[in-house]
């Protein structure tokens, strides 16, 4: 049965209330933990940050240890830095460079963060369910996103290229 969708103008609200300090890697941190504790069927969450020209390197995430680094041209993280769009996977094994870095991941969303017109890093959730992630999902997820950008500064060392 599908999970009921969580209200994402409360989780808004409440995540803001979270991010009561500008710091980077503590609203990474927080959010990530967030995100997992208040939506269902996750069996990971976390960033991956564009520390060098189209490389993803893991950053703050709860789940299992996870695969390090994606290159831009590999698997749905790197399709989402590389586009610049959300990429929402029902059966990720229908996606032939899918990286399976938990044999638990079946569906996954990734949303691009941009700053500037720059890609930064990627927020990526994955659910051992098919399917897991609905439009509605998305939306909610992105308003999660989008109050992390506004209440964090960016630290020197993550500098995007
Ligand atoms: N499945 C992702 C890799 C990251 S993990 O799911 C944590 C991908 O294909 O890019």
């Not at 990530?32 to 940050?49: C, H, K, P, R, S």
């Not at 029902?90 to 720059?118: F, K, Q, Y």
């Amino acid at each position: 049965m599908a999970s009921k969708t969580p209200d994402y103008a409360l989780l808004a609200r409440q995540l803001d209330a979270l991010m009561d300090s500008a710091d980077w890697l503590v609203n990474a941190a927080q959010i990530t933990a967030f995100i997992m504790q208040q939506v269902d069927e996750l069996n990971w969450v976390g960033f991956y940050l564009q520390r060098q020209p189209e490389l993803l390197t893991l950053g703050p995430f709860q789940g299992k240890p996870a695969c390090n680094p994606i290159p831009f041209d590999k698997g749905v993280c790197g399709a989402a830095a590389r586009s610049r769009q959300p990429q929402r996977i029902d059966d990720v094994h229908a996606i032939a460079d899918h990286i399976a870095c938990d044999a638990a991941s079946n569906s996954e969303l990734v949303i691009p963060l941009m700053r500037e017109g720059t890609l930064w890093d990627v927020l990526d959730l994955d659910s051992p369910r098919r399917a897991r992630f609905s439009e509605e999902d998305q939306a909610g997820i992105e308003r999660l996103v989008k109050v992390f950008l506004e209440r964090t500064s960016l630290p020197d060392w993550l500098a995007a290229p």
